[in-house]
């Protein structure tokens, strides 16, 4: 029996964040896959809360959302840290991580469920903005370095790297590009570098493969009534 397990679904970027996090300090770990559209009994009595992936279930015991297990494996496991030293940075990693998945993550979603131009248009226009901010917090807090924690993945290049298999998905799907080296070079540069990294490459799911799950999702949304 595995002492690590994660329980999640391939295409889940909230899922990618513990195994990214988990490869970066080698540790070994069980991957359970979810059935897409149902949760498992042990989904259930390990998040009885949120009902929710991904959950790390670490000696029997589970935890839950994707940056606090994040969180939770720097603690745990020393080698390679993945939330900077300094108290300040920290709080700006974490600052920056939260601005993603309440402001710019809904508007990569919004873009996947546009079912008219204006929708559509709206939803780039915000992902647009939310990019030029973090470009402009990649160029202050990666310090000349090649990952916004410096010479290395860290828990910002995580929270937002998780999301560039989608960013690429959506770009095909919609036949323009979101990370435009014109726009966000450094951007641009970074979700190569992150892409490229051997604790990435094994867990990030292939684009042509998120674009056909994207058609999916995006027939089920147009056949759901709107409330």
Known sequence: MAEVKVIGAWASPFVMRPRVALNLKKVEYEFLEEEFGK???????SNPVYKKIPVLIHND?????SMIIVQYVDDVWSDAAILPADAYDRA????WAVYIDDKWLPS???LAKAQTEEAKAEAVEQLFAGLKLLEEAFEKLSKGKGFFGGDSIGYLDIALGSLVGWVRAMEKLNGFNLLDEAKTPLLAGWAERFCAHEAVKGVMPETEKLVEFAKVLQAKWRSTPAN
């Open 92 to 95: 700006l990693h974490r600052f």
């Open 39 to 45: 949760k498992s009994e042990l989904l259930l009595k």
């Open 61 to 65: 015991r589970p935890v839950c959302e």
């Open 108 to 110: 990569l979603f919004g």
